[in-house]
């Protein structure tokens, strides 16, 4: 039994970023980039207005300046000014040689084709030509994960089809002669598989894809030729269920059959102490705990790993500090424990709930869950409005 920070350890040195490909840059939102990005030119390309008003020359100091022209954005300036004159100038407008300074329109008086400034402060109101960045600049570094904001500037240098991560192909199977489709309605001993829905949500919760998913009754020659008939079509193998010491637990037995190489099959975490890890080549396979908040827990702390780093991120995901809102009752035990929880905003203040979690076949203390409550192993009951560390799944 290994702790879980080494297991996390052992996923990120045992995956490879997949190789990147061009994308639209349409389609890059939520993708990782995959090479840096440095501005190709000054960041504004040439000096321009930053307020509707008239250009004058910054150290002139007559009275008035006749106005001699006018310059709208998107034109090129091609007026000259001298001493006295001035140009009338729009936001974002090119500023014109001999000008360095832009006189806002609310503090200067018209006169028959003259301005009159009031008096005059030292603001140029010009946002200068490299004053957002210089070209060669850095400006995305390979790894950023691409949102709205990284993506407009990727649009304002006309990087339009950026180097990205391509989503990561997982194939899933569950497996329990007990399962039923959610569409179904369970007969005597059965219950409807809620994992491979939990799994689907999660898996494109982090840009990742389902390339298969299917459900397949306790029977080792079954699964094993399911998965055999994807052959090399998935970065990310992921079974459901058979990864304790049940006798229908066949899992590690699976991993060994197709040639996988395991890392570990057992952490000192709970929920999901028999949780599996393996590669084969470029590969790599979890064989999950069925229980559902095993099945939760696992995910966002390990195969969550696993999914970042094939898409060329090295997850830290460092824990946070909350206020614990309420008692809850705890159990103790030896392990390191994640306890699905809630956080939420009060006063400014991040605090987090536990959520019901009596067996971790519970499925309905999931709701809502939007935190993992972090215990080491013998911590001893909590009380309400002791600090705790987090991991935030979500933000609240
Ligand atoms: P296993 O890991 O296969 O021993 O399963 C542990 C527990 O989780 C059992 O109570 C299973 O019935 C339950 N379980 C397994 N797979 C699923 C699933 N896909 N959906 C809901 N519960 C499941
Ligand atoms: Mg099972």
């Not at 990284?150 to 990205?164: D, M, N, R």
């Not at 994807?230 to 970065?235: A, R």
């Not at 206020?323 to 400014?348: H, K, V």
Request: aromatic share 6%; charged share 25%; glycine share 10%.
């Amino acid at each position: 039994m290994i702790p879980l920070a080494e297991a996390r350890a052992l996923i990120a040195e045992n995956i490879s970023p997949l190789p990147p490909q061009l994308a639209a840059l349409e389609m890059a939102f939520g993708r990782v980039l995959r090479e840096d990005i440095c501005a190709d030119a000054d960041l504004p390309a040439f000096d321009r207005s930053a307020m509707d008003g008239y250009a004058v020359a910054l150290d002139d100091n007559s009275e008035k300046f006749h106005i001699v022209g006018e310059i709208q954005p998107g034109v090129e300036a091609e007026i000259k000014i001298q001493r006295g004159e001035c140009v009338r100038i729009f936001t974002g407008a090119q500023i014109p040689a001999g000008a360095s300074q832009v006189l806002m329109q609310e503090s200067v008086q018209t006169q028959d084709g003259f301005i009159i400034p009031s008096p005059r402060s030292r603001t140029t109101h010009i946002r200068q030509r490299g004053e957002d960045a210089r070209k060669g600049d850095l400006l995305l570094k390979s790894g950023t994960r691409l949102g709205a904001g990284e993506l407009a500037l990727l649009a304002s240098l006309g990087a339009v089809s950026p180097k990205i991560s391509p989503p990561v192909r997982v194939a899933h199977f569950t497996t329990g002669n007990e399962l039923v489709p959610p569409s179904a309605t369970p007969g005597q001993g059965q219950i409807r598989d809620s994992n491979s829905t939990l799994v689907g949500a999660f898996v494109r919760q982090f840009g990742a894809e389902i390339s298969r998913q299917e459900t397949v009754p306790d029977d080792f020659e079954l699964l094993r030729e399911e998965v055999e008939r994807d052959g090399d079509n998935f970065d990310l193998l992921l079974v459901s269920g058979g990864a304790s010491v049940g006798d229908y637990d066949f899992g590690k037995k699976l991993l060994n059959v197709l040639g996988f190489k395991i890392h570990f099959e057992k952490i000192s975490l709970r929920p999901g102490k028999p949780l599996v890890f393996a590669t084969r080549g470029e590969q790599a396979a979890f064989i999950l705990p069925g229980n559902p908040v095993s099945h939760f827990v696992t995910l966002h702390v390990a195969v969550r790993q696993a999914l970042e780093k094939f898409s060329g991120v090295n997850a830290a995901w460092p824990p946070l500090k909350s206020r614990l809102a309420e008692d809850f009752e705890f159990r103790p035990d030896a392990r390191e424990t994640y306890w699905p929880a809630r956080s939420e905003i009060q006063n400014g203040e991040l605090v987090v709930r536990a959520l019901r979690w009596q067996s971790s076949g519970d499925v309905t203390g999931l709701t809502g869950a939007n935190a993992l409550i972090q215990f080491a192993g013998g911590a001893t009951e909590p009380k309400a409005g002791d600090a705790v560390s987090i991991l935030l799944l979500e933000v609240p």
